[in-house]
């Protein structure tokens, strides 16, 4: 076999190693979550109009909000039955299903978006605390009784 054609054979059997590693399953990002909701207008407009996050895209009872990281979505048991047939989209829901961790740099940061959610009549959960985790959190409730939290990492 010449030199040449052991070359070729070794760069084409390396080329196959890469392809088959990049093959190998990886982790995949988390880049959305979607509240699913039975109240689609009253939390469209919590998010919207409470939490001052921009709608980005919105089609029929589904919306998407503008967010520095996860992409935010909502969408009504309606909408999504439209093309799903998963009889679990009707169930009863009680208590909190899903919370969302809002991050911000500082105390201070979160004290101050508490305070607006207050004034824009949001419920309360829990007051600003330093938490011993080293986290100072906040949390609060959207209309359908989600437990959401104001975050700033203090270690």
Known sequence: ????KQCMIAVLSLFGAQIAAQAEPTQPAIYMVTLHTANFPEMKAFFK?????????????????????????????????????????????TGSGLGIGFKY??????DTAYDALLANGVK?????????????????ADPDGNVHELVADTK
């Open 105 to 110: 740099e500082t105390p201070a940061q979160v």
């Open 124 to 140: 309360s959960i829990a007051a600003p605390a330093q938490q011993p985790w080293g986290e100072y959190t906040a949390f609060f």
């Open 49 to 93: 109009d409470k939490m001052k996050m921009k709608i980005i895209s919105e089609n029929g009872e589904f919306a998407e909000f503008k967010s520095n990281g996860l992409r935010l979505s909502l969408a009504s048991h309606e909408y999504l039955s439209s093309f799903l047939n998963a009889e679990t989209l009707n169930g009863i829901r």
């Open 1 to 4: 076999m010449t030199f040449i």
